[in-house]
C-alpha cells in the first residue's frame, strides 16, 4: 500500500472529524492507523510523504525526483513563489531540477527565444503574476514590437529572473544577450550562464573593478570567465581569480605560467596553503622558492611549507633536510627527501624550462641535483646543461611529453585525479578533443569542463544501466554536475527516465493521464507536502475536487469504495473516481 498516495486521497475525501476514516475500519492500512492520533490530517499526510511506495528497498526514503519538479512548474502558483521553492530544492537534487524543467526550458526557447518584449513582460509581472508559470511564459509570448533594451532586473526578483534565463538554450540566449543590461548579463556570466566568449570577454572589459572581483570570487562562474580576468595582469584580479577555490587547477597553471612576476597575493597563498590544488601550479611559475614550495614532501616534518622555504632560502638544501624526522630503512635511519619530483615527468620538465628561461641555467641545474629523480633522467639533465642548444632541446622533449593527445590518454587511464593532468596540460585542442569525444567517459568530460573553452558534452543516445551515469553540467541553482539516478521498479534498479520530453503539460494531466492512480496520488501527496510551508495554491487540488464531486458526490460508501480501490487500480485517478461511483450506484 501507498501510505502517501492512501493519505493524500483521504484528506480530500474525509471530512474533518475523520469519519470515513472510522468507516474504513480494518481496511486502514497499518501505519495510517498509528498516525491516527495526530492532530489533523495534513499532519498525517506531512509524516507519511516520507515512506517509499514500494516493499522494498529495506530502508524507506523519499526523493525528489524529475516528475515531482515538473508538476510543479506545471501546477503550482503563484510563479514567483514556486521558482523561489525550486532554487530551494535544486542544490540537494540536480537530476531532479534539471530533468523537471526541461518542458519549461522547451517553452522559454519556443515562445520567448530571444524577444525583448517577451521578456519585459516576464520581467514586469513576474512578482506579482498569481498563476501558473507556463501561463506568464504563455501570455509573454504573445507580445510583440518593442525592441528597446530591457533595464536590470528589480532587487524582489532578480534570482528568479535569472532562473529563467539560465533556463533558455544557450543559441537563444546568445542571440538575446544585446537587448539585456549589462548588469543582468554580468549577473549571468557570474552564475555560470553558457554564454559565448566573446560575450564573456566584453563582460569582462566594461565591468567596474569591484564587479571584476565579485565574478573573480564567484563559485558558479565558467573558466572561460576566470581566464579572462586573469588576461587582464591586474594583480588583485589576478589573485582572487587564484586563491578562489572553485577555480579550475588548470587556470591556475595558465596564471603562473602567464606571469612574468607572481603577485604577492598568489605567493603568499602558495606558501600558506597546505592544498595542493593550490600549490601545485606553482611548478610552471619559473620562481625558484614557489616551485620548491609545490614539490615539499609534508611527511615526516612539523615545519610549515613557509617556514621550510625560509629554511632553503637561508641556510641551504642541507638545512631543509634536516627539518625532517629521520625513518629507518635498510641501512638504517635516513632523513627523507625534502622535495619530491612531480608524478608526470612533463611537470619536472616544465619547472625545468621555467626556471631556465627566467633565472638561468644554474637555477635549474640546482633545482634538477635536489629534487629525487631517476639517474637516468639526471643525466640527461646534465647533459642538457653542457649543451649550448640544451634550453631548445629540453623544450622540445617538454613539448613531446604534453599536449591534447597526451591529456586525452590521462583521462582515458582508470580513475584519472582532478590534478595532475590538467596542471601538466593546461590548454587542450578542441579539435583534436571533438574526434575522441565518444570514447570518453562521464569522468573525464567533468576534467576537461574544467579547461576554459570546453564545449557541450556529446551525450549518448542511450544510457549504459551499468555504464557511466554521468550527464554532464548541470547550471545554476542546481549541483555542477548531474548524475541520472537509479530508481526502484520492485524488480530492481534501472536509470530514471524523462519525465518530460518536450512542452509542459496541463495540470489535469496528473489526475487523468497518469496511471496507475497510486503513483499520481503520491505525486501529489509530496507536491502538497513540499509546497505547504510556501502557502502555494496548487491547481491539482482545484481539479481533484472537482472530480470527487463529478463521480462520487457526498456519498460516504463511494468514498470508502475509492480508498479501497486505491491499492490494487491500475487505472488513473480519474478512472479510479468513476469506477468507484459507478460500482455505488450498481451496489445501491
Request: glycine share 8%; net charge neutral.
Amino acid at each position: 500500500m501507498d501510505v502517501t498516495a492512501f493519505v493524500a486521497l483521504l484528506d480530500q475525501l474525509d471530512s474533518a472529524d475523520g469519519a470515513l476514516l472510522d468507516r474504513l475500519g480494518p481496511d486502514v492500512p497499518e501505519r495510517v492507523r498509528r498516525m491516527r492520533g495526530t492532530p489533523a490530517l495534513p499532519a498525517r499526510a506531512r509524516t507519511a510523504v516520507h515512506q517509499f511506495a514500494g516493499d522494498e528497498p529495506s530502508v524507506r526514503t523519499w526523493r525528489l525526483t524529475g516528475a515531482h519538479v515538473a508538476c510543479l512548474v506545471e501546477g503550482a502558483a503563484p510563479a514567483h513563489g514556486v521558482l523561489k521553492r525550486l532554487r530551494r530544492l535544486a542544490p540537494g537534487d540536480a537530476w531532479a531540477y534539471v530533468d523537471g524543467t526541461r518542458g519549461l526550458a522547451a517553452l522559454l526557447t519556443t515562445r520567448l527565444g530571444a524577444n525583448p518584449a517577451a521578456w519585459r513582460f516576464v520581467q514586469d509581472n513576474l512578482a506579482d503574476h498569481p498563476g501558473l508559470l507556463p501561463e506568464l511564459v504563455e501570455a509573454a509570448g504573445r507580445m510583440s514590437g518593442d525592441d528597446r533594451p530591457l533595464p536590470a532586473a528589480p532587487r524582489g526578483i532578480t534570482a528568479e529572473f535569472r532562473q529563467l534565463l539560465m533556463l533558455l538554450d544557450p543559441g537563444a540566449l546568445a542571440a538575446l544577450v544585446p537587448h539585456l543590461h549589462r548588469r543582468t548579463v554580468t549577473d549571468l556570466a557570474r552564475f555560470g550562464a553558457d554564454l559565448p566568449r566573446e560575450t564573456i570577454a566584453w563582460v569582462v572589459a566594461l565591468a567596474s573593478p569591484k564587479e571584476r572581483l565579485t565574478l573573480a570570487k564567484a563559485r558558479w562562474s565558467r573558466p572561460d570567465v576566470a581566464e579572462a580576468l586573469a588576461a587582464l595582469d591586474d594583480p588583485d584580479v589576478t589573485t582572487a581569480v587564484y586563491v578562489n577555490r572553485h577555480t579550475s587547477v588548470a587556470v591556475r597553471a595558465r596564471i603562473m605560467a602567464r606571469a612574468t612576476a607572481v603577485p604577492g597575493g598568489i605567493v603568499d597563498c602558495v606558501l600558506d596553503s597546505d592544498s595542493r590544488a593550490m600549490r601545485l601550479p606553482a611548478l610552471w611559475s619559473g620562481d625558484p622558492a614557489l616551485v620548491r614550495a609545490a614539490l615539499l614532501y609534508r611527511s615526516f616534518t612539523s615545519s610549515t611549507i613557509r617556514h621550510s622555504v625560509h629554511v632553503w632560502r637561508t641556510e641551504g638544501y642541507d638545512a631543509l633536510r634536516g627539518l625532517y624526522t629521520p625513518i629507518d630503512t635498510e641501512t638504517g635511519p635516513q632523513r627523507p627527501l625534502p622535495l619530491r619530483a612531480p608524478r608526470y615527468r612533463a611537470l619536472m620538465l616544465a619547472a625545468l624550462v621555467r626556471l631556465w628561461e627566467r633565472h638561468g641555467v644554474a637555477e635549474a641545474a640546482k633545482l634538477a641535483d635536489e629534487v629525487g629523480i631517476p639517474p637516468r633522467d639526471r643525466a640527461l639533465y646534465a647533459e642538457l646543461f653542457a649543451a649550448e642548444d640544451g634550453l631548445a632541446r629540453l623544450r622540445a622533449e617538454l613539448a613531446a611529453k604534453t599536449g591534447t593527445k597526451v591529456l586525452l590518454k590521462r583521462l582515458r587511464g582508470y580513475s584519472p585525479t582532478k590534478l595532475w593532468p590538467l596542471i601538466e596540460n593546461p590548454e587542450a585542442d578542441w579539435a583534436v578533443v571533438a574526434k575522441s569525444g565518444g570514447h570518453l567517459s562521464g569522468a573525464a568530460w567533468t576534467h576537461l569542463g574544467q579547461l576554459p573553452g570546453c564545449p557541450p558534452r556529446p551525450l549518448p543516445d542511450a544510457a549504459d544501466p551499468y555504464g557511466d551515469a554521468l550527464v554532464g553540467a548541470g547550471r545554476w541553482p542546481a549541483a555542477p554536475e548531474v548524475h541520472v539516478p537509479r530508481e526502484w521498479t520492485g524488480s530492481g534498479y534501472v536509470l530514471a527516465q524523462p519525465a518530460r520530453d518536450g512542452a509542459p503539460l496541463p495540470p489535469e494531466h496528473l489526475f487523468a493521464g497518469v496511471a496507475p492512480a497510486a503513483t499520481a496520488l503520491n505525486t501529489f501527496g509530496c507536491l502538497d507536502e513540499l509546497m505547504a510551508a510556501d502557502g502555494a495554491l496548487l491547481r491539482y487540488r482545484e481539479h481533484l475536487g472537482t472530480l470527487v464531486d463529478r463521480h462520487l458526490g457526498a456519498s460516504t460508501e463511494a468514498r470508502a469504495v475509492a480508498l479501497r480501490l486505491l491499492a490494487d487500480f491500475t487505472g488513473t485517478t480519474e478512472e479510479l473516481l468513476a469506477t468507484a461511483g459507478a460500482m455505488t450506484l450498481v451496489a445501491g
